[in-house]
């Protein structure tokens, strides 16, 4: 994918500048995603021994290195150039997979500004492989299996920034490959994202969205088939009211999918976030947009007590969604509150998407602006749009 550029490199240096000086410090949850992308423990990349503050120019230092490793990621995973010429075999897709994986969980704590560049990399030293190497067919499945992951990856690091023809592109592209060794999961996924897509740029989704649910089977892992079916109701939930139906129908083939026992090994590593907190999510949000609080506040509020603040990005959209369900209930200070949180967990994170619904959000409030909680969170949300 788009070639071996650094990840927002000029952004890189304006960060390390402002940390040299002091200026800003490294998240916990920054830590984290870095150390599982790495495969190495935060004591080797950060302060080894005692705990220093933010003023402290050995940590600082410490961030330096880490901040050239992570612009290296943006270069072909370390001697794949070297195999392009040469004859792989089914090991070298093994470590890609676990390289996939890795990079994965970036995701879970970093924002698609800062993450695309990274996976697009990847699949593109993974394309390189498909067309210069020498393999067995098994083993060209396996490189082509990894690149529709890989394309899927870097599709919703590109929707998550704002670059929307990008991430058609690459959901496009991942369906072809998924296609093309028949691997049903992958297929239904890429239809499905291509759903959440259009869904998420105000176009009807529900098409794409029950295809993607009518590809698998039973013998899909339960979690795809959970993932899969969630999307198709969050599709519908925001087609509209006429839609509640379809919407009750697909959130009880999740929660059935979810409930079932795995008969044929573990699921997919891109599938392994689904739980029942994540269901509840999409539940609360569903309700929520179908302007239903009664069934959406207590979903929300369950799921989000339990999910954890290093999770900034999802975690301050999801609380915009139960700041909708309040307003819904005429209960204005609760709104409030909760579009607060998405504020505090919002802020900085590198995704124009929490911003947009922050906003949104704030909108609605406006017209209860003599309420003083609810002036404060104005103005909060106001500060946080001119930084932006």
Known sequence: MRGQQKPDLATVIDYVKRWERGKVGISSRNRRAYAQAFAVPQRHLFAPTVAADDDDPVERRDFLGLSVAAAGLAVAPAGLADQESSRIGMELVERLRRRTARLRRLDDVLGGSQTYSVYAAEL?????LISNATYTEATGRGLVGVAAEQAQQ?????????????????????????????????????????AYQRVSTGRPGTDEADASCRVVDRRTPPAVRALLHERAAWAHAVAG???????????????????????????PDWAR???????????????AVLRRPVRAIPALRWALARYDDTHARDK?????W?????????????????????????????????GERIAEVAERLRVHAD???VAEVLERARTMTLLG
């Open 273 to 287: 976030w689904v739980d029942e907190i994540e269901l509840q999510i999409m539940t609360g949000r569903c309700w």
């Open 322 to 354: 139960l700041a909708d369900a309040h307003i819904d209930a005429q209960e204005i200070e609760q709104g409030a509150h909760a579009l607060g949180q998405a504020i505090d967990l919002g802020s900085d994170v590198a995704s124009p998407r929490p």
């Open 316 to 320: 301050a959209l999801y609380s915009t």
């Open 154 to 194: 870097a599709g919703w690091a590109a929707l998550d920034s704002g670059r929307m023809a990008a991430a058609r592109s690459l959901f496009r592209d991942s369906m072809t490959a998924a296609s093309d060794i028949g691997d049903t999961g992958l297929i239904g996924n890429a239809l499905a994202l291509m």
């Open 124 to 128: 593109s030293a993974t394309r390189n």
């Open 241 to 267: 009211p006429t839609h509640s139906d379809e919407v009750e129908k697909a959130l009880g083939q999740a929660a059935d999918a979810l409930a079932e026992d795995r008969l044929e090994g573990p699921d």
């Open 371 to 373: 309420v003083p909680e």
